[in-house]
């Protein structure tokens, strides 16, 4: 998808900046033209011959330092490229590009720019919550640019927050959704992700491991191929993808009703959340005191979602996953047919590195007329824009 592409990397001054190296790096090996322009920060992190070593192009950091006389640099760069990537993307740069301030080749380049732009903020936890920061990338997703959200974990200034740039390889997979093609444009699409939680009192609930990973990688794939995408959830701690309305509930019966009310109008219907069989019959309104010796709770049977859709299906594609810990292809043809689905994806959670909580998965997805394919194990992002496809497909 990268092949032959005009990527221009804006490099800005963050402790991340190293990690731009290896963004370079892995675009060029994807075929992408990558041209890289720095600010005077970030080659304090990092030389400019590293980047020209890997892209195999002068970097460019000096509105006044034309390498070729005939050109203007900052003017030609903004027109040849397909897209622009500032990765990392400091307070500093996002706070100009966010007022329209051009005063160094970066922020002058993306002012002159009109291809896609994409902002990945990278920085303390506290910079990043800060309000001049948040109301400056409101600002830039309103102007249209592309905000990847950053990833949680251990910060270089020692905290332990929001703010890291995400890993190089996961950079490379959303640039590569940017380029697919738009095979489901003009189409709707809703996709259920995460556990439900079902009440028993107001402090303790049922719930299981789904942490949302797989359906909002769906639902990002889904949104890469052009849909206008309905992500239903159930409580997750990941960040939300954006360009997708997000729609929160806690229990199935809340995920049935989200879902019903939006059904009709779907090309697509892909049931990715792990919704609970049973619920607790009755949900105590106050929090429950201990009782000598063992407690027994009755559980009553929740509505099954995919089931019901199945039955009211008219055009639209329907799937549904189906979490097996033991034979995998016999329990998923069963619920193939039991909930009358155009796929059920079969995928083996007695594996711990895929399925539940885990960035990987591997599937089989098993359709009509004895249709059935293995994706093997890899990222869930990729996995999900390759499952994407093969819908699209079967909707055309
Ligand atoms: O969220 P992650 O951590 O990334 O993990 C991904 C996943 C393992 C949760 C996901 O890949 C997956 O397998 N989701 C389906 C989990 C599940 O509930 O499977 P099931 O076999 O119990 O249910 C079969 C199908 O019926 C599912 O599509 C489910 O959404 C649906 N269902 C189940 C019960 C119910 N009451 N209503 C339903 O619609």
Not at 50 to 76: N, P, Q
Not at 84 to 107: E, M, Q, R, Y
Not at 363 to 376: K, L, M
């Amino acid at each position: 998808m990268l092949n032959g592409r005009n990527i221009l990397l804006c490099v800005t001054g963050g402790i991340a900046s190293y990690k731009a190296a290896a963004l370079a790096s892995k675009l060029v090996q994807a075929g992408a033209e990558v041209q890289v322009a720095m600010t005077k920060s970030a080659e304090r992190f990092v030389g400019k011959a590293t980047f020209a070593a890997l892209t195999r192009k002068a970097v460019y950091d000096d509105v006044f330092i034309e390498h070729d006389a005939s050109k203007i640099a900052h003017i030609d760069l903004a027109d040849e490229a397909d897209l622009i990537v500032v990765a990392p993307a400091t307070a500093n740069t996002i706070a100009k590009l966010a007022s329209g301030i051009a005063d160094d080749f970066i922020t002058t380049t993306i002012l002159a720019a009109t291809c896609p732009i994409v902002v990945c903020p990278a920085m303390n936890v506290n910079m990043l919550d800060h309000p001049a920061t948040k109301r400056n990338i409101e600002q830039l997703k309103q102007d249209g640019v592309k905000i990847i959200a950053p990833g949680i974990g251990n910060l270089a200034c020692g905290w332990v927050g929001k703010g890291r740039l995400p890993e190089p390889e996961e950079l490379v997979l959303t640039i590569e959704g940017l380029f697919a093609d738009k095979l489901l444009s003009g189409r709707n699409v809703l996709v259920s992700a995460g556990p439900t939680i079902e009440r028993i009192d107001p402090v303790r609930y049922m719930t299981n491991d789904s942490s949302g990973k797989m359906g909002i990688a769906l639902a990002e794939a889904a949104r890469d191929l052009g849909a206008d995408v309905t992500l239903v959830h159930g409580p997750v701690s990941i960040p939300l993808p954006s360009g997708v309305t997000a729609v929160a509930v806690e229990s199935g019966e809340e995920m049935l009703q989200a879902i019903l009310k939006r059904y009709a109008n779907q090309d697509i219907v892909v049931k990715a959340a792990a919704v609970a069989d049973y619920r607790p019959k009755v949900r105590y309104e106050q929090k429950q005191k201990k009782i000598n010796g063992a407690l027994e709770i009755e559980l009553e049977e929740t509505t099954d979602i995919l089931k019901t859709l199945g039955e009211a299906k008219t055009n639209q594609i329907l799937v549904g996953f189906a979490a097996e810990t033991e034979q995998l292809e016999t329990h998923s043809l069963a619920k193939l047919a039991k909930k009358k689905a155009d796929f059920i994806v079969a995928n083996d959670v007695s594996d711990m590195s895929i399925g539940f909580g885990s960035d990987q998965n591997a599937v089989t997805v098993f359709g009509q007329d004895g249709f059935s394919r293995d994706f093997p194990a890899q990222d869930k992002t990729k996995l999900a824009r390759e499952l994407m496809t093969l819908f699209a497909e079967a909707l055309r």
